[in-house]
């Protein structure tokens, strides 16, 4: 894709469009260590959400309604490695959009709706832990895997709306120049998009997980005090330290996507510069890495994840009945 001058030209995205953009100059190699690093986080995005993906529903003992959360959250991360990454990557390391105006708007309207839905599987995790914590006896009869999967669907509807609806607000302003691909926003719809896109989530999933990690942390003191004395622990005891350890793995997962999302919203707000677009864009691909660290928590804090994956890799079992 990038045309040959002298290096004293401007290289144009499209140079027979008088208003097309500039193209960024780069040297050979910088192209191929470029292409080949995004192509590898792509792919190892999608090897591993693919993996969480296939364990969850192949195995039918992981259907549970924090698992169906998971999977929904696995499924949003994979899209955003196998679409949103191969795309953001060619615009970034051309600064050019090559694929027309209504692709684009396809790839604004994707981005919007798969990070809008791994934040709202988020918020209903927070919720799903914080009736398991501290609701036990209502878990049963109040979290079902069908309201679950309906919940799920609900989700995915709304962020699809909440997605068309910004890119349509925002696609009838004019680009700077052609070969452009951005939401050309307003300062009003970027102060409603961090309330409802960031800081309303974030204030229920760190106000849930207070409270889930303080009668966690009760529970897991009265639990380890009656092991101290010698007595027998009852199976609600033991499901409720167990219920107390996911709920810990998955605050690890809320605090690792919150480090990758606070830094880039703080820049939202922040007037551009040529400085401060680069540093955007660091943000930025901090947000779409975050998608692949997600599946390596659960490699590390669940047992039942790298034990179906020595499966999944073993041909010979996957093929088996669950």
Same mark, same amino acid.
């Given at each position: ?69 998971i999977l929904s959250l696995a499924v949003a991360d994979l899209l955003i490695g196998l679409i949103v990454m191969p795309l953001e990557a060619i615009r970034l ?14 790839? @604004? *309207?994707?981005?919007? =709706? /798969? !990070? %809008?839905?791994? $934040?709202?599987?988020? #918020?209903? +995790? ?62 009003? @719809? *970027?102060?409603?998009? =961090? /309330? !409802? %896109?960031?800081? $309303?989530?974030?204030? #229920?999933? +760190? ?67 040529r400085m401060i677009s680069v540093i955007a864009y660091f943000m930025l691909w901090m947000l779409y890495i975050n998608s692949g660290l997600n599946p390596l ?26």
């Amino acid at each position: 894709m990038a045309y040959e001058t002298e290096d004293h030209e401007t290289q144009y995205c499209f140079p027979a469009i008088n208003s097309s953009c500039i193209k960024t100059k780069r040297s050979t190699y910088e192209y191929i260590i470029m292409y080949v690093f995004f192509s590898l986080l792509s792919v190892w995005t999608v090897f591993l959400n693919l993996l969480v993906i296939i364990s969850i529903s192949h195995f039918k003992k992981l259907h549970t309604p924090t698992n169906m959360l998971i999977l929904s959250l696995a499924v949003a991360d994979l899209l955003i490695g196998l679409i949103v990454m191969p795309l953001e990557a060619i615009r970034l390391i051309e600064m050019c959009w090559y694929f027309g105006d209504t692709i684009c708007r396809l790839f @604004l *309207i994707f981005l919007e =709706l /798969f !990070l %809008s839905t791994s $934040l709202s599987n988020l #918020v209903l +995790i927070a919720v799903d832990r914080y009736v398991a914590v501290c609701l036990p006896l209502l878990y049963p009869q109040k979290i079902t895997m069908t309201r679950t999967i309906i919940i799920i669907c609900v989700s995915w509807f709304c962020s699809s709306v909440y997605a068309i609806s910004i890119v349509i607000t925002t696609s009838q302003r004019k680009y700077t120049c052609y070969g452009e691909c951005t939401i050309m926003t307003t300062f009003a @719809l *970027i102060i409603i998009d =961090l /309330f !409802l %896109s960031f800081l $309303l989530p974030c204030i #229920v999933i +760190i106000t849930l997980y207070l409270r889930i990690f303080y009668v966690a942390h009760q529970q897991v003191k009265v639990i380890n005090s009656l092991m101290r004395s010698g007595k027998h622990l009852t199976e609600g005891s033991v499901r409720r330290k167990s219920e107390s350890k996911a709920a810990l793995t998955l605050g690890i997962i809320v605090t690792v996507y919150l480090f990758c999302w606070i830094p880039y919203y703080s820049l939202t707000l922040t007037p551009i510069t040529r400085m401060i677009s680069v540093i955007a864009y660091f943000m930025l691909w901090m947000l779409y890495i975050n998608s692949g660290l997600n599946p390596l928590i659960y490699a590390i804090f669940y047992p039942w994840f790298r034990t179906s994956v020595k499966h999944i890799l073993n041909l010979s079992k996957i093929f088996k009945t669950a």
